[in-house]
């Protein structure tokens, strides 16, 4: 073996080098439109969502949580190859910050956002020898989650106050213990939130607090949107994959700073004048909802995306009435699936001569699967599941369901 062989490889300097030849976001960019037209655009060419929620994704993407009060969470839910991660990477990429897990402790997320959030900035001067200053200030960021577990929250009870409190900014403020003994940290932990799961959190009990302050959006599979809906979105059999932009083969250097350049001093003043008119304007929308999405609104209507307060108002009136609808749904959706399920058990029995007896276990499973392939919108309790078998006549006696 020579010496040039035996020398290494410097495996870096080929990712980067391959990594030079890829196109930039910029070829996929129309700069004549603006930049919320330009994200409204990407979401629908990376993922396919069952619903047509892209508008409410876009406004909440663009909040400027530096001239905001009260922002929800953004909650995608549903199966794992859904689409959920990608929607959740387009966030990164436009606000420029990383992706957490449920791996990071508390310490590392809240100095990772105490960075982000405060920035020294030149800034115009009152005096005209030195026309430009400096100053220290909040700037605009969000913290962005992929794939969450209900468990991380039991385990990091910091980081489930982070999210409890996070969404207004008058009680945001978190004490902390510091190095010095006797003294604590303060913390704010207000911003816009992402994150994505394969669990219900907008239905879990223990966390009601937090599934009030959801917007909650469900991604599918492609296989598992109905017919009319890709009829919807122009999916073609076959030939969706061409359809989609892959955000991984694309350099997205420098697309965070549209963001930035959006929101200069001109629109931040027009938004801060706008949310004085909408907060008189939201008469219609239950008292939490007009709380949480008064800088949604606002956020929307600078942007473009809703024409005026009307407009926004019964987009998230009906936004509202859907989530409602889906979580009533439910249940009836349960009834129906164990009827069917129940009635072939039936079936099963009377061809073996045999009464009606269902585990207890299989029913669980059976159910786990509803959940897991989209019939199901939440995972049904073990109370929802005594209450369909009720109504189906059955009673659970030693581990297995039979007829009353």
């Not at 990376?46 to 922002?71: G, N």
């Not at 468990?151 to 990091?156: D, H, I, L, P």
């Not at 008119?277 to 606002?298: E, F, M, N, P, Y």
Request: proline letters at 4%; one cysteine or more; glycine letters at 4%.
């Amino acid at each position: 073996m020579t010496d040039e062989e035996r020398l290494g490889v410097n495996y870096s300097a080929l990712v980067a080098q391959q990594e030079s030849y890829q196109d930039s976001w910029e070829n996929i960019y129309d700069f004549q439109s603006t930049l919320p037209e330009n994200l409204t655009t990407i979401l629908k060419r990376t993922v396919f969502l069952p619903q047509d929620f892209y508008d409410i994704i876009c406004a909440y993407y663009m909040l400027p949580s530096a001239l905001a009060r009260i922002v929800p969470y953004l909650f995608f839910y549903g199966t794992s190859g859904s689409g959920k991660s990608t929607l959740a990477k387009i966030a990164a990429l436009l606000h420029g910050v990383a992706i957490n897990s449920s791996g990071d402790t508390f310490a590392a997320i809240r100095n990772s956002l105490n960075d982000r959030k405060w920035k020294t900035v030149q800034v115009a001067s009152d005096d005209p020898k030195y026309p430009v200053d400096f100053a220290n200030t909040e700037v605009n960021t969000c913290m962005v989650w992929d794939d969450i577990d209900p468990g991380v929250f039991t385990n990091k009870p910091d980081l489930y106050r982070l999210f409890k409190f996070g969404y207004d900014r008058a009680s945001d403020k978190i004490m902390i213990s510091s190095d010095v003994p006797g003294k604590n940290m303060e913390f704010r932990c207000f911003c816009p939130k992402i994150f994505s799961s394969i669990h219900p959190f907008h239905s879990i009990p223990d966390m009601a607090e937090l599934g009030r302050r959801l917007l909650v959006i469900p991604t599918k599979k492609i296989e598992d949107l109905s017919d009319n809906r890709k009829a919807q979105l122009g999916i073609l059999e076959g030939d969706w994959e061409s359809q989609l932009i892959d955000l991984d083969n694309l350099d997205w250097t420098g697309f965070s700073d549209e963001y930035k350049y959006f929101w200069d001093s001109e629109v931040s003043q027009f938004y801060l004048n706008l949310k004085r008119t909408v907060s008189r304007s939201l008469k219609g929308l239950a008292s939490h909802q007009r709380i949480l999405c008064l800088d949604l609104i606002t956020t929307g209507i600078v942007c473009s995306i809703w024409n005026d307060v009307k407009e926004a108002k019964e987009r998230m009136k009906k936004y509202f009435a859907w989530l409602e609808a889906e979580q009533r749904d439910t249940s009836d959706n349960l009834l129906q699936l164990l009827n069917q399920y129940v009635a072939q058990e039936e079936e099963n029995a009377r061809a073996a001569k045999m009464l009606p007896s269902i585990y207890n276990t299989n029913l669980k499973n059976t159910v786990s699967n509803y959940y897991t392939q989209g019939w199901l919108l939440d995972k049904p309790n073990a109370k929802a599941i005594r209450n369909a078998m009720a109504a189906l006549g059955y009673r659970l006696v030693q581990g297995k369901w039979s007829k009353r």
